[in-house]
């Protein structure tokens, strides 16, 4: 799942950290943006996550997007976080 996020071009670029978390049938991934990243970066990192290549690559894992939420970082008064659950299908 890692390798999926790392693999969008604004994820890669902008995000600072990320956790990707899995269980049997439910992921957690949460990524937070650098404090040097833009308003570019922000709203790219938004559509990158949100992207049908990013869906269809999860598709093709078995997994669906349940909740996915973007904010402003607390930690980071610049940046930002977003938080997506994804879980397995059937």
Known sequence: ?????????????????????CGSSLCEVIGRTGREAT??????????VQSGDLSEAVRRLGLATRMSS???DPANGR???FLVYLERDG
């Open 70 to 72: 973007f904010t402003t």
């Open 1 to 21: 799942m890692r390798e999926i996020y790392e693999a969008t071009p604004a994820v890669s670029r902008a995000i600072q950290s990320l956790s990707v978390t």
């Open 39 to 48: 308003n570019e970066d922000v709203f790219a990192v938004v559509e990158g």
């Open 79 to 81: 940046g930002a976080a």
